[in-house]
């Protein structure tokens, strides 16, 4: 098992920024304006090479079906592939895009119907990082001072979210994160993904960069 590399032994990360790596920045910035959420992730340029799945998918929790269109249209019409059609499951109704920078985006409700127009609010945001140990990876960042909201054993953990960030954390098995997006599991290279947070910078078991949060400002 690879462990955690960390340039102190000060614990101390919470989840204040999703930095998504691209090849072309001006154009993801129109595609996450057209698909409304650019207020959510921060963008940045990068030439870090990556193949197939990279390991993680940022979920939109909205209200009902018809706000699943809304989105799903929306990004489609910027320039996103379909990966999962919006589809009725047990759980709900959802769909899978994946932007033009590679990027998967899922968005999901626990509704089946509609009880009104499409209404474009986004209820929650969590970053879901496909992790080979989850148990494992749990304990990595509880060790680095995360608090766990929510854990199913070895499948599913969620962690409490940090202060004012829009996005919450969570853990789920690699191989199964694949399936549900509807990717081959497959995927070398950078992750094109930057969490922002911790106390100091460091990589987690699975590949995932942490950048230290910047100083406080001073009053």
């Given at each position: ?23 072309d ?5 129109t ?26 998918t ?38 899978v ?87 081959p ?11 922002g ?23």
């Amino acid at each position: 098992m690879v462990m955690a590399t960390k340039t102190s032994t000060a614990a101390g990360i919470s989840l204040t920024s999703v930095t998504l790596e691209v090849n072309d920045l001006a154009a993801a910035r129109t595609f996450y304006r057209a698909f409304g959420v650019d207020a959510y992730v921060r963008l940045q340029t990068s030439q870090a090479p990556s193949t197939g799945f990279r390991g993680c998918t940022v979920a939109l929790t909205v209200s009902q079906p018809a706000t699943v269109d809304g989105f799903v249209g929306a990004a489609v019409e910027a320039g996103a592939t379909i990966l999962k059609a919006a589809s009725k499951s047990f759980w709900g109704y959802g769909g899978v895009v994946q932007a033009p920078d590679g990027t998967i985006w899922k968005i999901a409700t626990s509704a089946k119907k509609d009880t009104g127009p499409d209404t474009r609010t986004i209820d929650e945001v969590v970053l879901l990082l496909g992790v080979e140990d989850v148990k494992a990876t749990k304990q990595c960042y509880v060790g680095q001072g995360l608090s766990v909201a929510k854990s199913f054993g070895g499948k599913y953990v969620e962690f409490a979210p940090a202060g004012n960030s829009p996005v919450k954390l969570a853990l789920y098995k690699r191989a199964a994160l694949a399936k549900d997006l509807g990717v081959p599991a497959d995927g070398t290279g950078s992750h094109r993904i930057v969490l922002g947070g911790a106390t100091d910078g460091f990589t987690d078991p699975d590949g995932f960069v942490w950048e230290a949060a910047p100083p406080a400002a001073k009053p």
